[in-house]
């Protein structure tokens, strides 16, 4: 989801980075908007920094000047379309003046004027600000055309004075976001444990066995999980991808180290998500020396690797189980057997033949095999979305647990 964040010029501008981050962990794609009285207190370039958007500063490309082309010059009704939600915060009296009166004198008032998205402010200011009938006429007649008014809390103010006005705080604001936009905090109390990407097995000190996984999957879970109110631990393979700031993170390499750390990680989690590819075989007698090129070929023996799902499930406690199948062929036979041997509560099957599936994509076509049920096929989604659906067959599962 898409949202524009309103900053305005008031103190409490540098509390706006803070927020910037946290609605990215909330999922939201964030783009900032500043009035130039904003910028007396911020630069642009903490929200780029943060955001990795150019920030909208001005309604015309450069002061004075023809906008450099149509698209610039109707911005505003792009970003209008775009978003799924206003925020603006902090929202001086200035601003929520302009607002209430419906002057479009830049771009972010001409944007709260052109867009159909709901609308949330956050109101900073001085108390006297604050209370002035002229302040609280404008937010009333904010309110009562459906804006959201996050309204500023008691305490000691920049200013000097006391009361009423200092900027809500964060989690009051993400709040009010969650709220209007929908958002499910549904995982709240739940320690979800997450494996991603691959395990290397060394057949010798250069050489590794290994499979095409990126952990985009597994990764998407752990932010859909966070998002949704989890602790989350994220145990994964080598990847290129930055784990969630909010997650407890914990690299691994082998199928032996991937092990040790979810059988030790998993005491305290309520839900496993095993959607690494964890090699089913590793060298049986791994080399201390490199390999030398022969010229009769070479004939490695392999070894299963311990099933560490299978392991988990022996001595299961209340926990939910989530496997992952990689399938080739025979999609729905095979995922039911692993539900089966493995002992698991929720098998997600990707047919990983797929172009727009499985390994190393940002999408994936999953079906979702519980017991005792027809199995539910999921169209073609991103991993975010996928991460979505198995997250609230988990949560169906905790409520028949219950
Ligand atoms: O990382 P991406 O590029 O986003 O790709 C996503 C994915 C294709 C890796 C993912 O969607 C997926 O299918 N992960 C599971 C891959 C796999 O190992 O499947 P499997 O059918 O071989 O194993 C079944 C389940 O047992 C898996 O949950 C696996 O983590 C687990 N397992 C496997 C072997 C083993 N020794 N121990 C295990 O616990």
Redesign the pocket.
């Known amino acids: 989801m898409r949202i524009a964040l309103g900053v305005t010029g008031g103190v409490a501008a540098y509390k706006a980075a803070e927020l910037v981050r946290r609605l990215q962990q909330e999922g939201l794609d964030v783009q900032v908007v500043m009035t130039r009285a904003a910028r007396e207190f911020i630069t642009p370039l903490t929200f780029a920094a943060l955001t990795g958007q150019r920030v909208i500063t001005e309604m015309f490309s450069e002061e004075g000047r023809a906008p450099a082309n149509i698209e610039s010059a109707i911005e505003h009704i792009a970003v209008a379309q775009r978003i799924d939600l206003l925020l603006v915060a902090p929202a001086t009296a200035d601003v929520l003046a302009r607002m209430a009166h419906g002057v479009a004198d830049d771009f972010l008032t001409t944007l709260y004027l052109a867009t159909r998205a709901p609308v949330i402010v956050a109101p900073a200011m001085n108390v006297n600000m604050w209370e002035h009938p002229a302040t609280q006429h404008n937010v009333a007649t904010l309110r009562a055309r459906g804006v959201h008014v996050v309204a500023p809390e008691e305490g000691y103010l920049a200013c000097g004075m006391s009361g009423p006005g200092r900027l809500a705080g964060l989690e009051a604001i993400l709040d009010a976001v969650r709220q209007v936009l929908g958002l499910k905090r549904d995982l709240v109390g739940e320690t979800v444990l997450v ?3 691959p395990t290397c097995e060394d057949l010798d000190p250069v050489r590794v066995l290994t499979n ?7 990764f998407a879970l752990a932010e859909a999980a966070l998002r949704r109110g989890a602790r989350v631990i994220l145990i994964s393979g080598p990847t290129h991808l930055l784990p969630p700031p909010n997650a407890e993170f914990l690299p691994v390499r082998t ?1 032996e180290e991937m092990r040790r750390a979810v059988l030790e990680q998993a005491r305290a989690a309520t839900v496993v998500i ?7 075989f590793r060298p049986a007698a791994p080399q201390p020396t490199k390999i030398k090129r022969a010229s009769g070929g070479l004939t490695v023996a392999l070894e299963p ?6 392991e988990l499930a022996r001595d299961r406690g209340n926990r939910i189980l989530v ?5 080739t062929e025979h999609l729905a036979e095979n995922a039911r057997a ?1 539900l089966e041997a ?1 002992g698991l509560d929720l098998v ?1 099957a ?1 047919d ?1 033949t797929r172009a727009d599936a ?4 940002d999408t ?1 076509v999953v079906t979702l095999f519980v017991r005792g049920a027809a199995p539910v096929e999921l169209p073609r989604m991103t ?1 975010r979305e996928v991460a979505d659906r198995v997250l609230d067959e988990v949560v169906r599962l905790r409520h028949l647990s219950r």
């Open positions: 494996t991603a990407g095409r996984s990126s952990g985009k999957m597994g199928t095993m959607a690494a590819a964890v090699a089913d690797t311990p099933d560490i799902l299978a496997g992952f199948a990689a399938e692993k493995k997600v990707n990983v499985g390994f190393d994509v994936n991993k």
